[in-house]
């Protein structure tokens, strides 16, 4: 018989009353102190363009039509009087490639360049911030506002404060969806309450995730839900320039009266005021070196650049620099040098090789497509005058903005002809189904499959397209 295990005292671990054990950091709230600067300036000049672009631009006309209108009820882009179908897709495709290689370019080159001044969370976040700024007041006013208890004043101006918010985002939405539906229309729509369902949904969903990113989430859309954060060290080396904090010449940190040499008193240029920490839109502190968190957007080089000015020490403890330049102290010329390295020579050339090659791609691209069906219903028959019969659908369409007319021919078989209209007017921008009836000697083919082509183009020759088929000739 096995020997009897001894028995085991279960002592149960629980927590102390009156305690409670977090698994996360609860997130504190962030409040970014306005600032002015070159970069500030940048940032700003960025939002107008940007916005400007994304709020006007459906509403511009180009030979009749909206500007930018991506159609997906027709199957149609229209991009400054270019019309593309889904058989276009190639040129999306280059597109992406062409951005992808355009990101891998700038991030080499500066890092988070597009997270810091373009990206639309970071357009939006600064326009709501501003909203803030306007109502509520400045940093010390929002964090006073917010730790006062509920008085009239703090809901008047918290409810003014969400329906500009509100009022600002809904615009966003219907602006996007009139980029997908003639925006004119969309504004008719509305007035008269008749949208769509799918319009309204893309409105209020558009509208709603503007709202709660650019006014509550914010920062954390940049540190916990944009991937660019977490892979953006792969494209990163010590030659990028990245927004960095000279520790040889600011540490160590102290605080001193304006004029007095730092260096008698053992401390370096910083005089440990926060500023950085305080304009900083997701909170770091640049002084610890380099962090995923950092969206490259140079407030804090402004902030820490006027305390320079009024302690009259040199401008650039916070500048943008390279890993190297920093430990080797190098001049501004010498970190530039660096910059232009193999790797962004090679990405400046496929880069500008992919831009040229879709840029010529597109103007050298036929403004006619031609899409040939059998009739299956009927594969082959005898018509009058002893005449074997194939009959076809053929799809033309017009990649112009003005009306053209097609004139159809056929080759591939002596004696073979087009035994409909060979004229076809399609419309601008239009697509058109017509039967074709292609007739043969019944005597002039053997018995088979044989191929054909389709030739479909102007009178005048500028647009010209041959699409291969089959001709059924029975046993």
Not at 210 to 216: E, L, S, V
Not at 276 to 281: K, L, M, R
């Amino acid at each position: 018989m096995a020997r009897d295990e001894p028995s085991r005292k279960i002592i149960p671990i629980a927590a102390a009353a009156g305690e409670s054990t977090a698994l996360y950091e609860a997130s504190q709230k962030i409040y970014p102190r306005s600032v002015r600067g070159r970069f500030a300036r940048w940032r700003w000049a960025m939002v107008f363009a940007t916005q400007l672009f994304f709020y006007a631009m459906p509403w511009t006309q180009w030979g009749g039509r909206q500007t930018l209108l991506f159609d997906l009820a027709a199957r149609r882009f229209y991009i400054f009087g270019l019309v593309l179908y889904p058989q276009d897709l190639i040129y999306l495709a280059g597109l992406l490639v062409l951005s992808a290689m355009a990101l891998f370019l700038f991030t080499a080159v500066a890092g988070r360049l597009w997270c810091g001044y373009t990206c639309p969370q970071t357009v939006y976040t600064e326009i709501f911030m501003w909203v803030e700024q306007k109502i509520e007041g400045n940093r010390i006013a929002r964090m006073r506002l917010d730790g006062e208890a509920f008085s009239l004043e703090k809901l008047v101006k918290k409810w003014f404060k969400h329906l500009v918010w509100l009022i600002i985002a809904m615009w966003t939405g219907f602006t996007f969806v009139g980029y997908f539906t003639p925006i004119r229309e969309l504004g008719m729509e509305f007035l008269q309450t008749r949208m769509s369902s799918w319009e309204v949904f893309w409105v209020f969903f558009y509208g709603l995730a503007t709202y709660g990113n650019a006014g509550f989430m914010r920062e954390q859309v940049c540190k916990y839900m944009c991937p660019y954060a977490r892979f953006q060290s792969a494209m990163f080396d010590r030659d990028t320039l990245i927004v960095s904090y000279d520790s040889a010449r600011g540490e160590p940190r102290g605080v001193r009266a304006k004029g007095k040499d730092g260096r008698s008193l053992g401390l370096g240029d910083c005089i440990d005021c926060s500023l950085c920490v305080q304009v900083c839109p997701t909170g770091i502190d640049i002084r610890q070196g380099l962090q995923y968190e950092c969206i490259g957007c140079g407030l804090c080089v402004d902030g820490c650049n006027t305390v320079m000015d009024r302690m009259d020490l040199p401008r650039g403890l916070i500048r943008y620099a390279t890993e190297n330049g920093l430990a080797n102290g190098w001049s501004s010329s010498q970190v530039l040098r660096r910059v232009f390295r193999p790797r962004v020579l090679v990405y400046s050339c496929v880069l500008v090789a992919l831009g040229i090659g879709l840029l010529a791609s597109l103007v050298l691209r036929m403004p006619l497509k031609v899409d040939v069906v059998r009739d299956r219903g009927a594969l082959a028959r005898i018509v009058e005058g002893g005449q074997l019969e194939n009959v076809y659908r053929l799809q033309i369409m017009n990649a112009t903005e003005q009306k053209q007319v097609y004139r159809i021919a056929t080759s591939g078989l002596d004696g073979l002809r087009v035994a409909s209209a060979e004229d076809v007017e399609v419309g601008a921008a239009e697509s058109r189904w017509v039967a074709v009836r292609l007739q043969l000697p019944a005597d002039k083919a053997p018995p088979g499959s044989h191929t054909v082509h389709f030739d479909v183009g102007t009178p005048d020759g500028r647009a010209h397209v041959s699409e291969k088929s089959v001709f059924l000739v029975p046993r």
